[in-house]
């Protein structure tokens, strides 16, 4: 399993964060890591320092075309990224009629993937196509929670739309961890942790990532918490999380 999918039905859980700052461990720990942005907004490329290619992400995904214009380097040595933009907004209109709209992501990273150790998606909270190109395209899922109660109701449905997904293709991707996120030490954020822990089990994560205002200050300099802040609470907890992905998946 090396091609993960940061996944959630919900916007505003951290999903980029999360993507962004497990590359840089990874890499950093000696794996070969691709990060794909396939959410228009294109932030993993603003946080990387790396710009979308003349051409858009949305070219490549239509002609399945793969190559050293979409897949760039980053400062992090053996961290590259194929960087996305607001072309990607017009993908369900572009490939409306091809027979394998699912699968175009799938087409890209079958070509690709043997160059990497790992293969990080970061996923859009919404447009459908893209979100069943994704899962079509994913081994495994990482799914963020935000430690509220909207958090988790968005956590159901993104589990929910795995299981329709598996039910109209039969295939959905694994569930690797769900991860709490954005914790803070208050008695709600406490009994929403224990009671995701009571009905979810094994497929919660055993780290946890606190809140800090580290990751927004590190975001508004367009680096990593990783990079900027390492002591910081929350870069020690993306740490740990890189090293449970690690053993998780067999790395």
Known sequence: MKTIAIFSEKGGVGKTTITTNLGVSLATKNYRTLIIDMDPQGHVGRIMGVGPTKKGILYFLIRAQVGDEIIKETRIPKLFVVASDWSLADFTVNVAQHPNRHLKLRE??????????????????????????ILLAAEGVIIPVALTYLGLVGAA??????????????????????????YEETPECKELLQKLREKLGKRMSKTV????????????????VVEMSPESPAAQDFEKLADELILKIGI
């Open 108 to 133: 890209i990273i079958e070509k690709i993937k043997d160059k990497f150790d790992i293969i990080l998606i970061d996923s859009p909270p919404s447009l459908e196509l893209i979100t069943l190109n």
């Open 157 to 182: 449905a993104t589990l929910r739309i795995m299981a329709q997904t598996k039910k109209a293709f039969n295939y959905s991707p694994g569930v690797i961890a769900l991860v709490p996120n954005m």
């Open 209 to 224: 990532i606190r809140r800090a205002p580290e990751v927004d200050k590190a975001q508004s300099y367009s680096v990593t």
